[in-house]
């Protein structure tokens, strides 16, 4: 069953300003991860936060988590046009982890206006 | 550093046909491997994963299997295609729990 919900689901921004990203989880954690997906091309990975982690920075991107209201958010900031893409965040499939794998949100599609 | 090969990139094949679509890994051992599919404008979904050499759980009643026959090589199959096997197909790799799972370019397959 899906597990992340990525808001808002579209964002339009100029370039320069920043970019907030949402995203809410229902079962507890041990970590969340946020990849990008640029059109048709597989998905790179940005950033891991663990589940005892509230911020964690990676040059102009900011994630936060929020455990105890099961939500995390990625900040964009001095946004780019190539920055313009889908993101998603992940969790673990089942909260205790192990080898199975991730399930994600639907995505917040970015796109920065030159 | 470990890198992550899929292909083929692109495919068109008619419904009925067979599927083979192949992922390696290198730079790395006994990785954790997996098979996503994307449908257009939606999430991943899991399908099948894989912790070691012939040991292969699924996620989703489907038309499709898998089978890992080297360490680091896993393959995605069907005997007979259908329109909803339609999608982006990616491969994953980690190292263990809790570790960050890197994919694959994908493979675009459309089925006519």
């Known amino acids: 069953s899906q597990q992340g919900e990525e808001d808002p689901q579209a964002l339009s921004i100029q370039e320069g300003e920043n970019a907030t990203m949402n995203c809410s989880y229902k079962t507890s954690i041990n970590n969340l991860q946020w990849y990008r997906q640029n059109s048709g091309r597989g998905l790179v990975h940005l950033i891991l936060i663990r589940s005892n982690e509230r911020e964690k920075h990676s040059g102009r991107l900011r994630v936060t988590l929020d455990t105890s209201k099961k939500s995390s958010s990625l900040l964009i900031t001095a946004s780019r046009a190539a920055d313009t893409a889908s993101y998603f965040c992940?969790?673990?499939?089942?909260?205790?982890?192990?080898?199975?794998?991730?399930?994600f949100g639907k995505g917040t599609h970015l796109i920065i206006q030159p | 550093s470990q890198t992550i090969h899929q292909w083929p990139a692109t495919l068109v094949q008619p419904v009925g046909s067979p599927l083979s679509l192949e992922c390696t890994v290198e730079?790395?051992?006994?990785?954790?491997l997996y098979w996503y599919r994307q449908a257009a404008g939606r999430g991943l979904q899991l399908l099948f994963y894989s912790v070691g050499i012939g040991q292969i759980s699924s996620e989703v009643p489907q038309n499709l299997s898998a089978s890992r026959p080297q360490d680091r090589q896993f393959i995605l199959s069907s005997k007979k295609l259908l329109l909803s096997d339609s999608g982006f197909y990616l491969c994953a790799w980690r190292a263990g729990v809790g570790e960050t799972q890197y994919f694959g370019p994908g493979t675009r397959l459309l089925v006519l």
């Open positions: 992940a969790t673990d499939l089942r909260s205790g982890g192990g080898a199975d794998g991730l399930t």
């Open positions: 730079g790395t051992s006994n990785p954790n």
